[in-house]
Each structure stands twice: as structure tokens, then as C-alpha cells.
């Protein structure tokens, strides 16, 4: 079983001209208890079913598996209302990729940035644009994201 340890940030500053690839996303959920998701993600024209455990820290369990794009059109039509939409930017910094999602639709305005580390303590370059840490700020995970848009808070 897969471990999956990333740790979430605010984006403050340009980074776009630093990214080696971008991509459009579209995700929903068929499930988004805290305790486990189940999301759909369409990315370009790769698709993919995730299952996520429970966050601990910065660490939780992770499943991915490629399906067929047709399949994931039609299983997105059974997800939890309040699908996400963004554009990603794949940004490298020292050794590590950063992956920043510029959001649109109910959650346009934010932008966060995410590195996968092996370990949770592993040093990471912090680039000029990288913000607050919100890793644990669970208002940050795409599945809150999705129930609860950015557009909604109370800034």
C-alpha cells in the first residue's frame, strides 16, 4: 500500500514562467468522508480513480490507478456536487517538483502549491513564491474544497 507524505502551501508571487508542464484538471468525488475519498480526476486526457485515507500530518494512505477516459466522463456524473477545476503547474525547484494548482470556477483566487517528500521531515528548497504552510489546514484539501468553496469563506 502506498504512503503518500506532501506538504500544502499558500502561493504568494509568480511562478508560471518556472513550470516545465501544465495541465487542465477536473475532479469530483464519489465519496469525500474525512476518513476516505474516492475521486475522479481527469488531467489533459489521462483520467484516474484515487482512494486517500485519513490525514495524518502530512502523510496519508494513497491508491491511484489509471481508467479510461470515457469511464471517468461517466463516473463524474455520479460525483458529490462541487466538482474542482484548475490548472496545474509542474515547477521544479532543486530536487524536488513542485505541483501548483491555480484554481477557477467557486475556488478562483487560490492558488496552493504542494511537494511530495520520502520522509515528512526531508529538507525541501522553499522557492520566493512559496507562502504559508496550510498542510494541515484541512479547509485546503481539494474534497473541503469541493463541499466548501474558497468563494464561500469569510476572508
Not at 104 to 118: S, W
Request: net charge negative.
Amino acid at each position: 500500500m502506498a504512503q503518500e507524505i506532501e506538504r500544502k502551501f499558500l502561493v504568494q508571487g509568480e511562478y508560471k514562467h518556472l513550470a516545465s508542464k501544465v495541465v487542465r484538471i477536473s475532479q469530483g468525488f464519489l465519496n469525500s468522508a474525512p476518513e476516505r475519498t474516492v475521486r475522479i480526476r481527469l488531467a489533459g486526457d489521462r483520467a484516474y480513480l484515487t482512494v486517500k485515507g485519513k490525514n495524518s500530518g502530512a502523510s496519508r494512505f494513497e491508491w491511484e490507478q489509471s481508467i479510461p477516459l470515457a469511464e471517468a466522463q461517466q463516473l463524474l456524473a455520479l460525483c458529490e456536487p462541487g466538482a474542482i477545476e484548475k490548472t496545474r503547474y509542474y515547477v521544479p525547484v532543486g530536487k524536488h517538483l513542485f505541483e501548483v494548482d491555480e484554481f477557477h470556477g467557486n475556488n478562483q483566487g487560490l492558488t496552493l502549491a504542494e511537494v511530495e517528500l520520502a520522509s515528512p521531515n526531508e529538507p525541501f528548497e522553499r522557492p520566493s513564491w512559496l507562502g504559508l504552510e496550510v498542510t494541515n489546514d484541512s479547509r485546503y484539501y481539494n474534497s473541503m474544497l469541493a463541499r466548501h468553496p474558497f468563494a464561500l469563506w469569510d476572508n
